[in-house]
């Protein structure tokens, strides 16, 4: 299994509603990293849509990768370790931000349709309609055992999740 304490940066993935904030606050804490929220980083036509519950084509998805990538390659330039909150749900999403940290490592966090659609439901404040769920699957590559990747049960509790990838 991949150490995610030695990678300098770690993306926390999967579907809405699987606790990416939530993971990758908690192990930016936990490891004194720079956190990146990456729903901060989409441009306002890419919120716009989403809220009016248009999923994202692979270009409109181009340059928030982009920004994120970014934003990761500046914190691990400085000497920071960096998180970042992405979905990164296919493999090429993957392989571009890695093109920004070669050493990145993605948190897989696991969650089934149902777990996935009751918490966007639930969430107050977010751009994120529950509707995207299913597009959010459809669009899913779970990592390849050839990624740096390390998969965790998006269902346990936070606390449980940075234990069981502190191996």
Same mark, same amino acid.
């Given at each position: 299994?991949?150490? $995610?304490?030695?990678?300098?940066?770690?993306?926390?993935?999967?579907?809405?509603?699987?606790?990416?904030?939530?993971?990758?606050?908690?192990?930016?804490?936990?490891?004194?990293?720079?956190?990146?929220?990456?729903?901060? $980083?989409?441009?306002?036509?890419?919120?716009?849509?989403?809220?009016?519950?248009?999923?994202?084509?692979? !270009?409109?998805?181009?340059?928030? $990768?982009?920004?994120?990538? +970014?934003?990761?390659?500046?914190?691990? !330039?400085?000497?920071?370790? +960096?998180?970042?909150?992405?979905? +990164?749900?296919?493999?090429?999403?993957?392989?571009?931000?890695?093109?920004?940290?070669?050493?990145?490592?993605? $948190?897989?966090?696991?969650?089934?349709?149902?777990?996935?659609?009751?918490?966007? !439901?639930?969430?107050?404040?977010?751009?994120?309609?529950?509707?995207?769920?299913?597009?959010?699957?459809?669009?899913?590559?779970?990592?390849?055992?050839?990624?740096?990747?390390?998969?965790?049960?998006?269902?346990?509790?936070?606390?449980?999740?940075?234990?069981?990838?502190?191996?």
């Amino acid at each position: 299994m991949t150490d $995610l304490r030695m990678a300098p940066a770690i993306v926390v993935m999967g579907v809405a509603g699987c606790g990416k904030t939530a993971v990758g606050e908690a192990l930016a804490g936990a490891l004194g990293a720079d956190f990146i929220e990456g729903d901060r $980083l989409h441009p306002p036509e890419n919120v716009a849509r989403m809220a009016r519950g248009e999923p994202l084509t692979d !270009a409109l998805r181009e340059g928030w $990768l982009d920004a994120i990538g +970014a934003r990761i390659a500046t914190s691990v !330039a400085e000497g920071q370790k +960096a998180v970042a909150a992405c979905s +990164a749900l296919k493999r090429t999403y993957r392989d571009r931000l890695s093109r920004f940290c070669p050493e990145v490592v993605f $948190l897989y966090l696991k969650i089934d349709r149902e777990t996935a659609w009751r918490r966007v !439901a639930n969430r107050k404040g977010h751009f994120m309609p529950a509707s995207l769920v299913d597009s959010q699957f459809a669009t899913l590559e779970e990592p390849a055992a050839d990624e740096r990747a390390v998969t965790a049960e998006g269902t346990r509790s936070v606390g449980d999740i940075l234990k069981a990838i502190a191996g």
